[in-house]
């Protein structure tokens, strides 16, 4: 048995008596919030902004944490075995520093679990206080399913749970136009907040409610789009879990990391911020009239240089993404890809590009994150379409030639991804000579070993690349138009990937 299990677990009655009064002084709070999630990132990054606003007297309010799926029961139970408390760790690099702080968190009031507390979840929606629902279901849980409504079972997705629940709160007010809700949900979908409304819409007709409330959901609900960024790791592993017990003196089952970075961008009237007062609080917070430049920005320049380090990085035996970034000739060409590159082929002069690409590459830097350039590589022919080639193809347009780090990159992809269909799966390979599972859509990966059958990268015959270069830049279907009839572009792509012949063992 480990030292952790013979310590107690964390609860109320551990904490001294002002820690109790402080804890119970926001949990008995009025409950404004209904969570629809209970994962690590809610908990790491909403929960952790609504008690820091709690801490500083700014927001007097409190959660109601409800599971998503019926799945999500045992994490439950831990959340209410702990009287909602958790330990939540921020680490990481902040201004060049390294930082690392410890503190408790304290913002649940309640847990409800809609499988077995169906009745109980719909009274909440008949509490005057309640004002937001905040949700992370994944993208997934996100989308509509056709569905009926059964009196006295819960409907299994969660737009269709959230549309009996409205309608509970529909029926209970009669309509009032002031009890209406507002809806931040966290699904990293474009639109998260468009997508719930048009789902609850259709919902809606599938269980037979009134065109009335339909025009209440409309009308005098707010679903709000939005984007949140924010590396939340979850729980560390057991060796650290037991060396903070020891410290702490308690067992933890919900310690949690994250790195200090946090960004929310919410689209909606900055009015909301004295409902949900999270900028006051002094969080990076912001409310804003168009969602859309922050997405792309965080597409093009964080997502973007992570798809455009991964397959050359692999190609080069790098496993992750700190030791590429701190790489004499990686990290230096990383940066100067975005500064040079990325940042100039982005129209967005009010939005400090250059000052969030360094932001990304201190998060890139974090001595406590290992994150593997295999998981970013992960579907990366479609993630190159979208945050690396319009920036490709944007730059071209407006600089009159093609970005040479972006097209190195480019190359990078194209020499990792000639697929060899084998037992395991399709596989590509290092410069090196090791083989590398290729992890992408099927007909994707069955269209590249196509195009690269029987190629012979031994001989580095350049006619025989470039011919193999046209067809794979021809593929419309992988890149959504004929690049091969952009010009220039394929010279520059097999200069680039006669450079790596070069450097094969």
Same mark, same amino acid.
């Given at each position: 048995m480990s030292a952790s299990t013979k310590r107690p677990r964390l609860k109320l009655n551990l904490l001294g008596s002002d820690g109790q009064r402080k804890c119970k002084e926001i949990i008995e709070r009025p409950v404004k919030v209904l969570q629809i999630g209970e994962g690590n990132f809610l908990r790491g990054f909403v929960d952790w902004m609504l008690h820091e606003s709690a801490r500083q007297g700014k927001f007097h309010g409190s959660v109601v944490v409800t599971q998503p799926r019926p799945g999500g029961k045992a994490k439950?139970?831990? +959340? !209410?075995?702990? $009287?909602?408390?958790?330990?939540?760790? /921020? =680490?990481?690099?902040?201004?060049?520093?390294?930082?690392? =702080? /410890?503190?408790?968190?304290?913002?649940?009031?309640?847990c409800m679990n809609p499988y077995e507390e169906w009745q109980a979840f719909l009274e909440l929606a008949e509490l005057p206080s309640l004002e937001f629902v905040i949700s992370n279901t994944t993208e997934s849980g996100l989308k509509y399913i056709q569905s009926d409504v059964v009196e006295g079972e819960p409907v299994a997705s969660f737009p269709g749970k959230l549309t009996v629940f409205l309608h509970q709160r529909y029926l209970r007010f009669e309509g009032d136009p002031s009890r209406g809700l507002i809806h931040l949900p966290c699904e990293l979908l474009e639109g998260n907040g468009d997508v719930l409304r048009s789902c609850i819409l259709r919902h809606s007709e599938d269980f037979g409610y009134s065109e009335a409330f339909r025009t209440w959901i409309t009308d005098h609900n707010?679903?709000?789009?939005?984007?949140? $960024?924010?590396?939340? /790791?979850? @729980?560390?592993?057991?060796?650290? *879990?037991? @060396?903070?017990?020891? =410290?702490?003196?308690?067992?933890?089952?919900?310690?949690?990391?994250?790195?200090?970075?946090?960004?929310? @961008? +919410?689209?909606?009237?900055?009015?909301?911020?004295? !409902?949900?007062?999270?900028? #006051?609080a002094g969080l990076n917070v912001h409310w804003v009239k168009d969602l859309k430049p922050y997405q792309v920005r965080k597409v093009r320049i964080l997502n973007g240089a992570h798809t455009l380090m991964s397959s050359l990085g692999i190609l080069h035996g790098k496993q992750h993404v700190r030791e590429t970034m701190e790489d004499s000739q990686f990290g230096p060409w990383i940066r100067e890809a975005v500064h040079e590159e990325?940042?100039? @082929?982005?129209?967005?002069?009010?939005?400090?590009? $250059? #000052?969030? *690409?360094?932001?990304?590459?201190? %998060?890139?830097?974090?001595?406590? +994150?290992?994150? !593997?350039l295999q998981d970013i590589a992960l579907n990366t022919i479609g993630k190159f379409k979208v945050r690396v080639l319009p920036t490709l193809l944007s730059y071209d347009q407006s600089e009159g030639n093609w970005p040479t780090r972006l097209v190195r990159g480019f190359s990078g992809l194209l020499w990792l991804y000639r697929p060899v269909n084998t037992s395991e799966g399709y596989k590509g390979q290092r410069l090196d000579g090791?083989?590398?599972?290729? %992890?992408?859509?099927?007909?994707v990966l069955a269209a590249l070993t196509a195009h690269w059958d029987h190629y012979d990268s031994i001989n580095r015959d350049r006619e025989q690349l470039n011919d193999r270069l046209t067809a794979v830049l021809s593929d419309s279907t992988l890149w959504g138009e004929n690049l091969d009839e952009r010009k220039g572009l394929r010279e520059a792509l097999l200069n680039e990937m006669v450079l790596l012949e070069g450097e094969m063992e």
């Open positions: 439950l139970e831990q +959340i !209410k075995d702990q $009287d909602g408390l958790y330990t939540m760790i /921020t =680490r990481g690099l902040s201004q060049g520093k390294v930082v690392e =702080r /410890t503190e408790m968190i304290s913002i649940f009031s309640r707010l679903f709000l789009n939005n984007l949140v $960024d924010r590396i939340v /790791t979850g @729980a560390p592993t057991k060796e650290e *879990a037991d @060396a903070l017990s020891k =410290r702490w003196g308690y067992e933890d089952q919900l310690i949690n990391t994250a790195e200090p970075y946090h960004f929310w @961008a +919410i689209q909606g009237d900055e009015g909301l911020d004295k !409902k949900l007062p999270l900028k #006051q990325i940042v100039p @082929a982005l129209d967005m002069p009010d939005h400090n590009l $250059d #000052q969030y *690409a360094e932001e990304v590459f201190e %998060r890139f830097l974090n001595p406590y +994150i290992d994150h !593997k090791e083989a590398v599972l290729l %992890r992408d859509d099927p007909d």
